[in-house]
């Protein structure tokens, strides 16, 4: 048995108003619309992953949602304009990646992320 995909699923207020959030802030494309439940992608392929944790590291909280990207920095600084609520500031982390944590319109906590080789200033 091969996993090919594993799917983030969460559950928002309206998806309307958290689609628009995604798509604004991180650039991503609907791919399917079903009116209860729209999926959104960047379009990139990636390595099917499930992280499992006591801690977010550096005394934060469990993320609901990793996101990496290829430049945290501009994401920060997007989401700084757009008036999201950043709660963990950008910071270098010593395991490697440097990092911002926000929360989307319903209260989930996203982890949005860099790696060293990724980010650019």
């Not at 911002?100 to 860099?114: A, Q």
Request: hydrophobic share 40%.
């Amino acid at each position: 048995m091969t996993v090919k995909r594993i799917v983030a699923n969460l559950a928002v207020k309206s998806v309307p108003t958290a689609q628009k959030f995604y798509m604004n802030l991180f650039g991503l494309e609907v791919v399917m619309d079903h009116g209860w439940i729209t999926t959104l992608s960047s379009g990139e392929m990636a390595t099917v992953q499930i992280s499992l944790a006591s801690e977010g590291g550096s005394g934060t909280p469990v993320p609901d949602l990793s996101i990496e990207v290829d430049n945290v920095d501009a994401v920060y600084e997007l989401a700084k304009k757009l008036e999201h609520k950043i709660v963990y500031d950008l910071t270098d982390e010593p395991w490697g990646v440097r990092r911002f944590y926000l929360c989307d319109p319903n209260g989930k906590i996203l982890n949005v992320l860099s790696h060293p080789c990724q980010k650019s200033h």
